[in-house]
């Protein structure tokens, strides 16, 4: 597909997505950021092919919608795990008879499912590997289904064209296994919204928000799955016992939300953690993205308890955070370290008294020293300069173009 002799202003490039582009997921956020940035720097070179969900705005680009078939919806009525894996495999095949029509000079894509469909169908892919599908914590999986997918990391990881790590960590384990030879492995790490995330004065937010003044509020935004540790920074937010301190949990699905409500309460702590809803946002107004910029801004401390992968994280919350000029505590990962260098307050994971004495230390005023430097550490990781590192990747890729051998199935 296409010429091996290619040039950014000539590069044609086919992204696809797997995700609705409502902003209502971290998926969907930097999807939907990279692909804005992706489209003013590549103009009509870019082919955009996403699912049709439903009747949502179009985004602030060209899009060619694939309907898509919704099986994953019959795991309400029997539990299984393989109705999203079909689904988005017949998905990947619709996308196939696309591509070939058009015939870019590469596919870019972070969906695990079309990754391993179109290393399949033998077309040219990028792939943004964001963990091994495999090792995922977020599914029960059959055995029968767990050796698919193993296979599926394998063959997408071996036999795409390049691979975008979100981290070094990662990519020096994708080289160590032998999947990629090292100038096929990029690094490419997650972004921010610079025109929403920037340094805003802490007690105009407050006021706007309605919160305490004179209060150490030490605020978390995000999911508030099992493997988030919320109930360690629970732990230690009792443990550090400020009389000033309050928690502000901003996010979250509602049964796990009462949960932790519930928890809080046991704990002795209800009165002094305010839990915030789930802000929402939408591709034509950027309301719920400023409500929770407020929220950080308000805030004299921001914390990652815990990340859903090791090797892998590069979390959207860690550039926001860094992003406002807040001091961060942050569970102690190497691939958080990649972009935090020694930038943040660091505890080891699930460490109740360490993170007791970082959020202390987060309220000492030399802590803002560190907070200014990782705000200019973020500086490198707007979304603009993530689209342009992508375009170099593919580039890179086009021009020194091998075909890797895939394994045998």
Known sequence: MGSNIITVSSLALCYVAYSPLDLQSANSIQTFHTLRELSKQLGERLDVIVPRFGNEAPPPFSTTRLARIPLNKLSRLYTSAWYSYIERSLYAQRAVRKIRARSPDLIYTRDIVCAYRFVQAQLPVLYEVHDLESQHPGQTKSARLQNWVARADETALRGARGIVSLTETFRQEIIARGWQPAPRVFVIPDAYDDAIYFPRDKMQARRALHLPLDA????????????????????????????????????????????????????????????????????????GSNVIAQYLAAADALVIPDTVTDATASPLKMFEYMAMARPIVCVERASLREILGDDALYFPRGDVAALARALQDAMRPGSQHVAE?????????????????????AESVVTNSFVPRAPNE
């Not at 009389?243 to 309460?265: I, N, S, W, Y």
Request: net charge positive.
């Open 216 to 287: 150490q509020i030490v605020t978390y935004v995000g999911m508030t799955f099992k493997y988030r540790g919320l109930d360690v920074l629970l732990r230690a937010f009792q443990e550090w016992n400020a009389p000033q301190a309050q928690l502000v949990l901003v996010g979250g699905r509602d049964f796990e939300v009462q949960e932790l409500k519930a928890t809080a309460h046991e704990w002795g702590v209800a009165e002094r953690v305010q839990f915030v809803e789930r802000q929402t946002a939408r591709p034509e107004h950027r309301e």
């Open 373 to 393: 430097r990782a705000r200019e550490r973020v500086a490198d990781f707007t979304y603009t300069k993530r689209a342009k590192k992508i375009v170099r990747a």
